[in-house]
């Protein structure tokens, strides 16, 4: 197994709750980027920095990664919401999505393939302002 990305958010700025700096610095590493204006810096899970995306319609996408059919992943998050059934990782072949996970509300994650529910978690109990390692 190769490791093929990773990313501490380091390089988008130091000065927390505002917008990456400098403007356009996303576009060094990320191909797609949505509303890079209304992001925003914060204090990482351990140390250093994240970035929080405050609201819908914001995205970072990186090139093309890998053409293999499995691949592992392993990002943190901290969510502002348990409750709304929102999609916060998603995959695409080309343009059709592929897996994907959305917050399904009460605190569980529900696993997607295109808008198909494969399987959602029960007793996960997610709550906010807490940073999970998924």
Known sequence: MALLWIEGFEGIGTTTGSAPSPTNVLARKYS?????????????RLAGYCLNLTGAGQWVQP?????????????????????????????????????NLY????GEISVRRGTTVLATTSGLGLTVG?????
Do not use: H, P
């Open 63 to 99: 090139a093309t990664l890998t053409t293999n059919a499995t691949m592992v992943l392993g990002a943190a998050f901290k969510f502002t919401s348990v409750n709304a059934l929102v999609g916060f990782l998603n995959f695409y072949d080309g343009a059709t999505q592929g897996m």
């Open 130 to 134: 807490a940073w999970y390692y998924i």
């Open 103 to 106: 917050m399904a509300g009460g």
């Open 32 to 44: 797609v980027i949505a509303n890079e204006s209304s992001m925003r810096v914060q204090t990482g």
